[in-house]
Nanobody, 115 residues
Framework: QAQLVESGGDLVQPGGSLRLSCKVS????????MAWYRQKAGQEREVVAT???????TYADSVKGRFTISRDDAKNTVYLQMDSLKPEDTAVYYC?????????WGQGTQVTVSS
């Protein structure tokens, strides 16, 4: 069983919305900072949003006001709600978990924003 399982990536038109989900192994979730990263074609991977176990959040400037990260501790799941999507948001999105002394990654899910 995978430690991080991502879902929700899709093809969507500009201005549309998607919600990405990442189900995480129980043992590493509750005390972990969770994050979403993305990697655009030909570019380095960049952090999009983070959320601590206390639900403190941060966002990249490029997505502030459009994306929302959240977590459901009862379901061991972190979400990325993406609204007002732009073609520049096209990328592979990765879920990341950072418990102490560890670093876990999901397999990535493709988000394509195009008309």
């Amino acid at each position: 069983q995978a430690q991080l399982v991502e879902s929700g990536g899709d093809l969507v038109q500009p201005g549309g919305s998607l919600r990405l989900s990442c189900k995480v192994s129980t043992i590493i979730f509750s005390m972990s900072t969770m994050a979403w990263y993305r990697q655009k074609a030909g570019q380095e991977r960049e952090v999009v949003a983070t959320i601590t176990s206390r639900r403190t959040t941060t966002y990249a400037d490029s997505v502030k006001g459009r994306f929302t990260i959240s977590r459901d501790d009862a379901k061991n799941t972190v979400y990325l709600q993406m609204d007002s999507l732009k073609p520049e948001d096209t990328a592979v999105y990765y879920c990341n978990a950072s418990p102490k002394n560890s670093d876990y990654w999901g397999q990535g899910t493709q988000v394509t924003v195009s008309s």
